[in-house]
Nanobody, 126 residues
């Protein structure tokens, strides 16, 4: 069982930056692939970024490439999402998720993940 707790959300002006954190419980954190998703009001949840640490693999949605960076610190059982050059359309609740399925090709699929955090709100003002 893995429990995930996100933090770091807030209100930021367009062009600004935020760093989200996701702290995970459990001793086998490094064996999980981790992902970030987001859900804007009235829209479906969408994939943002994912990482498989053991394979040095990352995947990003086209909408955030070059602006967002996913990283992890296995010693701290934490995955991060550094978000730069934020836009109003990045406004959403951001969720982290974990899966034992270590396949980069499926990391963009919501149903690939077994565990989810409660989400953290990111609001980008224009």
């Amino acid at each position: 069982q893995v429990q995930l707790v996100e933090s770091g959300g807030g209100l930021v002006q367009a062009g600004g930056s935020l760093r989200l954190s996701c702290a995970a419980s459990g001793r086998t954190f490094s064996s999980y692939a981790m992902g970030w998703f987001r859900q804007a009001p009235g829209r479906e949840r969408e994939f943002v970024a994912g990482t498989i640490w053991s394979r040095s693999s990352t995947l990003y949605a086209d909408s955030v490439k070059g602006r967002f960076t996913i990283s992890r610190d296995n010693a701290k059982n934490t995955v991060y999402l550094q978000m730069n050059s934020l836009k109003p359309e990045d406004t959403a609740v951001y969720y982290c998720a974990a899966t034992r399925r270590l396949q980069i090709t499926i990391m963009g699929r919501e149903n690939s993940y077994d565990y989810w955090g409660q989400g953290t709100q990111v609001t980008v003002a224009s």
